[in-house]
């Protein structure tokens, strides 16, 4: 299970609070992605990133923010704007964006807001 | 935007038949259409993908078949095993256009009895 690692798998917050989910990857890989999985809705886009100190909002990226400042290193934060932050989250990485290249996924962080 | 819908939304089968998963997109210039299988607790994996411009493609027990002027796709599993139970999901993209992002489907949570 190597190559895109997420930390941590469990995570525990009060209301309120920021709270910074870990991705990282060693394929060296330009695209990076961040998906919520939320029980019957498939994963949806919140942001990603091409390049590095280059990102998009994706779908619902209302809430959460990121950075790219090292090629290997995607976080997100989950702010205290996001209405409802409990739920499954999945990076991603591709090769590129520009070309069809499959999605690796890593094994996700699982958030629950106390 | 694009729309994904994945039908059904859960699936049994007995082992050794066959199982049959669809989905439908909404944008024509749609190119790229991957499915991912994810067992429980685990991270989404490719299984089989298909670009627009081939109309099936086959990997052993795995099939897909691409409809353009129809606008949907469907993954056909054959001689289903026990192991085969997870969820599947759909995506499409536009790869090189405005659209380049997977957008995915529900899910379809596949149960195969023994």
Known sequence: ?114 | GENVEQHPSTLSVQEGDSAVIKCTYSDSASNYFPWYKQELGKRPQLIIDIRSNVGEKKDQRIAVTLNKTAKHFSLHITETQPEDSAVYFCAASNYGGSQGNLIFGKGTKLSVKP
Request: glycine share 8%; proline share 4%; with cysteine.
């Open chain 1, 1 to 114: 299970d190597g190559g895109i690692t997420q930390s941590p798998k469990y995570l525990f917050r009060k209301e309120g609070q920021n709270v910074t989910l870990s991705c990282e990857q060693n394929l060296n890989h330009d695209a990076m992605y961040w998906y919520r999985q939320d029980p019957g809705q498939g994963l949806r886009l919140i942001y990603y990133s091409q390049i590095v100190n280059d990102f998009q909002k994706g779908d619902i990226a209302e809430g959460y923010s990121v950075s790219r400042e090292k090629k290997e290193s995607f976080p997100l934060t989950v702010t205290s704007a996001q209405k409802n932050p409990t739920a499954f989250y999945l990076c991603a990485s591709s090769a590129t964006s520009g070309e069809m290249d499959e999605q690796f996924f890593g094994p996700g962080t699982r958030l629950t807001v106390l």
